[in-house]
């Protein structure tokens, strides 16, 4: 089960655990005088709508890219009826600008995912295309699997393959072995050795799943330009996403940038997955600066704290994510301890929404 999901069957749990924290938390109660529903501050929820258009209007255009490229790659192979030896043989030289091109627009699409996710996941009617995108398993998963299934030009299928993410970034470097060419080693400098980042992906599989990531990503666009963000959304976003360290971590722990050649995930190899959740907590602290008005109108060390304590866990992950980047390697044990420690924080934080949700009769959706 995603973590996503799962948050959100937690809830009820959420919200006592934040009156229990509530309670211990030091220096007695709050004193704010609760504000009549009538006269409270409404959420001003534009700029979070504004970011989440930014974002998928980007998406838009990194994804196109990326289907034109898959476009003309297939367009190479079939003028060899898919003999990918012969392709490589060749048009060494274009396979590889095609391949690097690709890993290149994948890493820049990446991002413009991960800063939304937090908005687009968060949100029961947009919560769908997370999955798609970005968070749905293949079908040895029935429960998280993703609701579609690849169609080649050719006729094949590919039942329920994953999400899109992971369809095209494993796809371009050679990391999901049912997504490649066949009957060829894709040596593409030429010198011998098939090295890490040099692949050749099924010029069918990949190019149906390009075209069908970019429908995707333009109905996700659609949908976002119809939302109407409401209080209830922006405060089951921040308590559905806030508490989803632990399956980051996880996935960063057993990616390459911390197992390197022994890792066991597949996906997470065009950037760090500490990139990821910066990304995500990013979005969140925009979210909740939209409904911090209304949480300090019934209780002001409430906001401030909650506040304070998101800014924290931003900052926690991004300092990770920096020395990372700066060339420090962490070990698997490291990130167990951080993904615990971050968990913890998040959960916490979760809770103190869900308590400011309780107080204002804003209900949160499961």
């Known amino acids: 089960m995603t973590t996503a999901r799962l948050a959100r069957r937690l809830?009820?749990?959420?919200?006592?655990?934040?009156?229990?924290?509530?309670g211990c938390a030091g220096g007695g109660e709050d004193k704010t005088t609760p504000t009549p529903a009538a006269e409270r501050p409404s959420n001003d929820l534009r700029p979070v709508k504004g970011y989440l258009l930014e974002h998928t209007t980007k998406l838009k255009t990194d994804v196109a890219e990326l289907r034109n490229g898959a476009e003309s790659y297939y367009a190479m192979a079939k003028e060899t009826d898919f003999d990918y030896a012969k392709l490589l043989h060749t048009r060494r030289a274009d396979v590889k600008r095609f391949v690097q091109g690709a890993q290149?627009?994948?890493?820049?699409?990446?991002?413009?995912?991960?800063?939304?996710?937090?908005?687009?996941?968060?949100?029961?009617s947009l919560a769908d295309y997370d999955v798609i995108i970005d968070a749905g398993g293949d079908a040895s998963d029935p429960e998280n699997a993703v609701p579609f299934s690849i169609k080649t030009p050719d006729g094949r299928t590919f039942k329920q393959p994953g999400n899109f993410n992971f369809l095209i970034e494993t796809s371009i470097f050679g990391t999901e072995p049912r997504f490649a060419a066949k009957g060829v080693r894709p040596d593409l400098d030429g010198d011998g050795k098939v090295e890490f980042g040099e692949a050749m992906p099924d010029a069918g599989f990949y190019v149906a799943a390009a075209r069908d990531f970019e429908k995707n990503v333009n109905e996700l666009d659609a949908a976002s330009r119809r939302w109407r963000p409401t209080p209830q959304d922006a405060f089951t976003a921040l308590v559905v996403m806030t508490p989803t360290m632990s399956e980051y971590f996880e996935a960063w722990k057993n990616s390459r940038f911390v197992a390197g050649d022994k890792a066991t995930e597949k996906a997470f190899v065009v950037a760090s997955r500490l990139q990821d959740i910066a990304d995500i907590l990013g979005g969140l602290d925009l979210i909740y600066q939209s409904v911090k008005p209304q949480i300090a109108s019934v209780s002001s060390s409430q906001a401030s704290q909650t506040g304070r304590s998101l800014d924290s866990l931003h900052d926690f992950a991004a300092k990770l994510r920096d020395a990372e980047s700066g060339g420090r390697r962490f070990s698997a044990d490291e990130a167990e301890t951080l993904g615990s420690e971050a968990q913890g924080r998040a959960e916490a934080i979760a809770g103190q929404i869900s308590q400011a949700a309780g107080k204002l009769q804003i209900p949160l959706e499961n």
């Open 11 to 22: 809830l009820p749990a959420l919200a006592a655990g934040a009156l229990i924290f509530a």
């Open 104 to 124: 290149k627009g994948f890493a820049d699409a990446n991002p413009a995912y991960e800063q939304m996710e937090g908005v687009v996941a968060g949100v029961p």
